[in-house]
Nanobody, 127 residues
């Protein structure tokens, strides 16, 4: 079992920044694919960013490329999402997730394959 706890959300003005954290416990996450998803009110949960430990590659949704950066600190068993240049449309509940089965195939953009999820942290961007 993996337990995930997100933090770092809040209310910021457009153009501002937030840094989300996802603290993992229960298992070593260094070899696991991890990702961030988000869900806005009335909308489906969508992929934001993911990191593939096999290659160290990072993957981003087109809507956040150039503004968001995903990273992992394996020593701290923690994943981060640095969000810069925030826009009102980035307002959502942000979740971190772990996929234990796709190590050799890469980051998956569908939430169906991720086995473990945090409770989410709310990011609200005012205009």
């Amino acid at each position: 079992q993996v337990q995930l706890v997100e933090s770092g959300g809040g209310l910021v003005q457009a153009g501002g920044s937030l840094r989300l954290s996802c603290a993992a416990s229960g298992r070593d996450i260094s070899s696991k694919i991890m990702a961030w998803f988000r869900q806005a009110p009335g909308k489906e949960r969508t992929f934001v960013a993911g990191i593939w430990p096999k290659t160290g590659s990072e993957y981003y949704a087109d809507s956040v490329k150039g503004r968001f950066t995903i990273s992992k600190n394996n020593a701290e068993n923690t994943m981060y999402l640095q969000m810069n240049g925030l826009k009102p449309e980035d307002t959502a509940l942000y979740y971190c997730a772990v996929d234990e089965n796709s190590y050799f195939s890469g980051v998956q953009y569908t939430d169906r394959v991720y086995e473990y999820w945090g409770q989410g942290t709310q990011a609200t961007v005012s205009s």
